[in-house]
């Protein structure tokens, strides 16, 4: 399962208003019905950002005790030419995968545009799409990430996510399909502000997929989801 940002509060356009955040998440999968535990980063320089995000899954039946499940993606914005009026664009390079499975290497751009107080943002990234072991007839990948922060103007609320689509020839059984779509919309508040621990969120997001085959069940099994599937998940952020 790709998480969003932070997909939340971390999104790669967020590097104009932060120098650095990390935090780790920890969510309840109601679908696959097993806690995911999320380590996420980014990082911004004079040369582009850099962000980074871990997913550890626990499977909740499975008769061993260690995770039995991990995603990761490393994603580094270049921007050499900051202060001009190409700012807004940079050039994109980016791994994700599993533990020697599920690999993937993707290069384009991004283009980010923010409000003037950057409690806004959103990023568009083209890239061409490598993934191993996999036909790509259309090996171009598409995202949308946002970010919101005091939606309703409700202090503390915050509205994240991304948007993926990919070309990717999946094999479910006779039927194949060249395209995969995969979104993690999240909502989070800092409830922590009320007793003096700002760093304390509460929320959650909803996976919505088309053709995603993705995802940890528990008993440690793999979730193939052909078609259109929903996962919501509740859980607790804490940002460093």
Request: contains cysteine; proline residues 3%; negative net charge.
């Amino acid at each position: 399962m790709k998480k969003t940002l932070l997909l939340a509060a971390m999104l790669l356009g967020l590097g104009a208003a932060v120098n650095a955040q990390t935090n780790i998440q920890e969510m309840y999968d109601f679908q696959r019905g097993h806690f995911t535990t999320t380590i996420e980063g980014f990082y911004a320089d004079d040369w582009g950002s850099t962000f980074f995000f871990n997913d550890i899954y626990h499977p909740t039946d499975n008769p061993i005790t260690t995770p039995t499940g991990y995603y990761t993606e490393i994603a580094r914005a270049l921007n050499f030419w900051k202060g001009t009026a190409l700012e807004p664009f940079s050039l994109h390079v980016e791994w994700n995968g599993g533990i020697l499975a599920n690999n993937a290497w993707l290069f384009g751009v991004e283009y980010f545009l923010h409000s003037a107080d950057f409690r806004n943002t959103f990023t568009f990234e083209l890239m061409f799409k490598s993934i191993q072991d996999a036909e790509d007839n259309v090996p171009l990948q598409f995202t949308f990430v946002w970010g919101m922060k005091d939606i309703f103007n409700v202090k503390g609320l915050s509205f994240s996510g991304f948007l993926d689509i990919w070309g990717e020839k999946v094999n479910w059984g006779t039927e194949e399909t060249d395209w995969v779509i995969l979104s993690e919309p999240q909502i989070w508040y800092n409830v922590g502000q009320h007793f003096g621990c700002p760093n304390l969120n509460i929320g959650g997001e909803i996976e919505l997929a088309y053709n995603f085959a993705g995802g940890w069940k528990s008993g440690a099994e793999w979730a193939d989801n052909k078609g259109f599937n929903i996962a919501p998940c509740l859980g607790i952020k804490w940002v460093f």
